[in-house]
Nanobody, 125 residues
Framework: VQLQASGGGLVQAGGSLSLSCAAS????????VAWFRQGPGKEREFVAA????????YYADSVKGRFTIYKDNAKNTVVLQMNSLKPEETAVYYC???????????????????WGQGTLVTVSS
């Protein structure tokens, strides 16, 4: 499946931003869709994931209570709503999709064969 990420931009600390991940050709049915991010000089890290079937969600501890991942069935899109953003969360955010992933593997970037192009989120202090 081909992915298209959008919605990045510049926001002040404490602000909110919404990112979208759309499937360009096929439905997300049976997929898990995740967001990862990579900040300057940092490794890529897991942010959140959702299983399309059932809608179960999973979050990195650092974003729990501030970020929400959800699916828009009508638009075949996964949205990451980010609130109370911090300057250290400045990064390129990537969406990824994979099938047949068990819960313990959802946070591993190596388990996802399909990736979007990334969208830059800059949080100013």
């Amino acid at each position: 499946v081909q992915l298209q990420a959008s919605g990045g931009g510049l926001v002040q600390a404490g602000g909110s931003l919404s990112l979208s991940c759309a499937a360009s050709e096929r439905t997300f049915s049976t997929y898990a869709v995740a967001w990862f991010r990579q900040g300057p000089g940092k490794e890529r890290e897991f942010v959140a994931a959702i299983r399309w079937n059932g809608g179960h969600t999973y979050y990195a501890d650092s974003v729990k209570g501030r970020f929400t991942i959800y699916k828009d069935n009508a638009k075949n899109t996964v949205v990451l709503q980010m609130n109370s953003l911090k300057p250290e969360e400045t990064a390129v955010y990537y969406c990824a999709a994979g099938r047949g992933l068990i819960v313990s593997s959802l946070s591993s970037s190596k388990q996802y064969p399909s990736w979007g192009q990334g969208t830059l989120v800059t949080v100013s202090s």
